[in-house]
């Protein structure tokens, strides 16, 4: 169903248990910083929209978007001033906290370490880590991680902001 078409069936009721839990969806920082890019790329141009996307119908109430400490740390760092305020407050009003929905800290914790020791940088394994804790679909720009993601069998959905778009039927 298109997307225009499943937002009108979800505010006609026609999908009232989708509307009740809205989707968990992570996305790592790289999809997040995807906006602030140099657009003259195509792939850039397309993933960014594909992010502002995504990040509309958080805001509509058909994805829950989580944050986690990771996210917190990465921002921090980051150099550029005004992405750095821009993204703490889109994940302050628009992220739900991670915590309060992880079951097993030491699991999530756990695995984290795993997916280190597998290869992924320490904040793309914490990254998957939590986005498999919390069900959620793992969406990033960053080739090498989802390569990762493929070899070591992540278990929950993940790719590109425009592969998410397509697989939810929003373009």
Request: with cysteine.
């Amino acid at each position: 169903m298109p997307g225009n078409a499943r937002q009108w069936a979800m505010r006609e009721g026609i999908f009232r248990e989708e509307m009740s839990r809205p989707k968990p969806i992570y996305l790592d920082v790289c999809a997040l910083q995807r906006p602030y890019d140099d657009k003259s790329y195509y792939r850039i141009r397309l993933e960014a929209a594909a992010v502002e996307l995504i990040l509309t119908q958080v805001k509509s109430g058909m994805y829950t978007m989580y944050r986690s400490p990771v996210h917190a740390d990465e921002i921090a760092a980051n150099m550029n001033e005004v992405m750095r305020l821009d993204l703490q407050l889109l994940l302050q009003r628009s992220g739900s906290s991670a915590k309060p929905q992880i079951k097993d800290a030491d699991a999530l914790e756990a695995r984290g370490w795993q997916l280190a020791a597998a290869g992924f940088g320490i904040a793309d394994a914490f990254h998957a880590a939590y986005a498999e804790a919390l069900g959620a679909d793992l969406i990033s720009c960053d080739d090498d991680l989802l390569k990762k993601c493929r070899r070591c069998t992540i278990k929950v959905w993940y790719g590109t902001p425009l592969d998410f778009c397509q697989k939810e039927r929003l373009i």
